[in-house]
C-alpha cells in the first residue's frame, strides 16, 4: 500500500516530442505528489509538485495530470529538449506526513534525442 | 542562499567499519532527512529529523542511526558496514512540515 509504480522504466524521445511519464499509488492517504529530476551525480531536485484537489497543474513545459478516482498522475514535459535527458522520480506523501518522509517510484530514465 | 551540502562526497570504506555521513540544510531550515539511493532498491527513506528530534523512521536496521544537532546540521552513521550498503546517501531539508524538499548531492558511498 505504500508503494508508488512508476512507468515507463526508460524513454527515448526525439527533440521537440512529448515526454510521459506515469504513476499509480495504492494509498487514499497520500496528499502530495511531487516529481523529482536527477542528473547523473547529481541530488534530485524538485520539479513541480500536485496536491488531489486540483487534476492539473502545469509550469513552463512541465505538466502534471492527476486522476484521483484511478489513483494515477502523470508527468508530461512538452517541447522535451535534449538538456531534458535525465533520470525522473514521482513521489508522494501521507496527509499529516512531513516532507522528510516521501515514497519514491522507481525512475524513468529519459534520453532526448536531437 | 547556500544549498544542501554533504560531506564528504565519496566515501570507501571496508566491511566490519562504521561511517559517519555529515549534511548542513539549507539556512533557516530545521528538518533534515536521510535517503538511500541504490539502482535496485531506488530511493528509499532512511529517517527525519527537526528541532534536534527523529520524527520518522524507514524501514534499516539498526546499524543506521542519525542525529541532529542544534544549529539543524545532521549526521548519519552507519555501523558494521556491509557490502550493500554502498550505496548513494541522500540528505534532504526543508523549513518544516508541508514544505519542499531539497536535496543535497549525496555522499557515494563504496563498501568494499
Known amino acids: 500500500q505504500q508503494q508508488v509504480k512508476q512507468s515507463p522504466q526508460s524513454l527515448i524521445v526525439q527533440k521537440g516530442g512529448i515526454s510521459i511519464i506515469n504513476c499509480a499509488y495504492e494509498?487514499?492517504?497520500?496528499?502530495?505528489f511531487p516529481w523529482y529530476q536527477q542528473f547523473p551525480g547529481k541530488g534530485p531536485a524538485l520539479l513541480i509538485a500536485i496536491r488531489p484537489d486540483v487534476s492539473e497543474k502545469k509550469e513552463g513545459r512541465f505538466t502534471i495530470s492527476f486522476n484521483k478516482s484511478a489513483k494515477q498522475f502523470s508527468l508530461h514535459i512538452m517541447d522535451s529538449q535534449p538538456g531534458d535527458s535525465a533520470t525522473y522520480f514521482c513521489a508522494a506523501r501521507s496527509i499529516g506526513g512531513s516532507q522528510g518522509n516521501l515514497i519514491f517510484g522507481k525512475g524513468t530514465k529519459l534520453s532526448v534525442k536531437p | 542562499k547556500a544549498g544542501v551540502t554533504q560531506t564528504p562526497r565519496y566515501l570507501i570504506k571496508t566491511r566490519g567499519q562504521q561511517v559517519t555521513l555529515s549534511c548542513s540544510p539549507i539556512?533557516?531550515?530545521?528538518?533534515v532527512s536521510w535517503y538511500q539511493q541504490t539502482p535496485g532498491q531506488g530511493l528509499q527513506f532512511l529517517f527525519e529529523?527537526?528541532?534536534?528530534?527523529?520524527?520518522n523512521k524507514g524501514n534499516f536496521p539498526g546499524r543506521f542511526s542519525g542525529r541532529q544537532f542544534s544549529n539543524s546540521r545532521s549526521e548519519m552513521n552507519v555501523s558494521t558496514l556491509e557490502l550493500g550498503d554502498s550505496a548513494l546517501y541522500l540528505c534532504?531539508?526543508?523549513?518544516?512540515?508541508?514544505?519542499?524538499?531539497?536535496f543535497g548531492q549525496g555522499t557515494r558511498l563504496t563498501v568494499v
Open positions: 534532504a531539508s526543508s523549513s518544516g512540515t508541508n514544505t519542499e524538499a531539497f
Open positions: 494509498n487514499t492517504a497520500f496528499d502530495y
Open positions: 529529523y527537526f528541532s534536534e528530534t527523529q520524527r
Open positions: 539556512s533557516g531550515h530545521r528538518s
